[in-house]
Each structure stands twice: as structure tokens, then as C-alpha cells.
């Protein structure tokens, strides 16, 4: 059984920058696709990254540019790099995994097999 473990948010000012990990384990296929995304009350859970096991990444248009994923396969981590905070960034993060599909369709479909608990971002001065 696959488990995610996310770690890193909290309150930032706009403009800071934080960065949320999650580590992964229990993967039972060489390939496998972990996404980041995001969810504020009384909104659909979006997809704001996703990369795969070989390094391939998707970005949605609204963290293009300021957002960066990566991963570390020694520690069978993920990490999102967050850059020029937005108060409109602030959400409840979710780690998610999937071995069945590509990173846009997670992304975009929102197609996963396993959450993770999910971490407060709050953007605010």
C-alpha cells in the first residue's frame, strides 16, 4: 500500500517562498507519477504539478514559472518549491500518487490512486 507523508507549509508573507516535501513509499511498479494539488473550500482539488519517475513534469498555468517540482530517489521524496507566494496560493496541499497514468492526466484529470493528508499554505501579510 502506498503511503505519502507531506511535510513543509505554514504561513508565508507574498512574495516568500516555502517548500513542501513528501515522502513516498510502498510502490510496488518502477513507474509511478507524484502530483502536487491544492484545494480551498468550496473548490474542486486542482492539480498544481506532477512529475514521474523518469523526470517528466507538468506545471498548471497558475504556478508556471514560480513553481518548481523535483525528486529525490535516494530518499523517495518529492518536493515542491514554491517561489512568489501568492495570497491566492493559499490552500490545503496534497501529495498524490498514481502508477497507471501520465503527469498531465493526473494533473488535469485528477487521476489518482493514492492522497496523502494534505498541509496548510497560507499566503498573508
Known amino acids: 500500500q502506498v503511503q505519502l507523508v507531506e511535510s513543509g507549509g505554514g504561513l508565508v508573507q507574498p512574495g516568500g517562498s516555502l517548500r513542501l516535501s513528501c515522502a513516498a513509499s510502498?510502490?510496488?511498479?518502477?513507474?509511478?507519477?507524484i502530483g502536487w494539488f491544492r484545494q480551498v473550500p468550496g473548490k474542486e482539488r486542482e492539480g498544481v504539478s506532477c512529475i514521474n519517475s523518469d523526470g517528466s513534469t507538468y506545471y498548471s498555468d497558475s504556478v508556471k514559472g514560480r513553481f518548481t517540482i523535483s525528486r529525490d530517489n535516494a530518499k523517495n521524496t518529492v518536493y515542491l518549491q514554491m517561489n512568489s507566494l501568492e495570497p491566492d496560493d493559499t490552500a490545503v496541499y496534497y501529495c498524490?500518487?498514481?502508477?497507471?497514468?501520465?503527469?498531465?492526466?493526473?494533473?488535469?484529470?485528477?487521476?489518482?490512486?493514492?492522497w496523502g493528508q494534505g498541509t496548510q499554505v497560507t499566503v498573508s501579510s
Open positions: 510502498g510502490f510496488t511498479s518502477d513507474y509511478y507519477v
Open positions: 498524490a500518487a498514481d502508477s497507471w497514468t501520465s503527469v498531465r492526466t493526473m494533473c488535469v484529470m485528477t487521476v489518482v490512486a493514492s
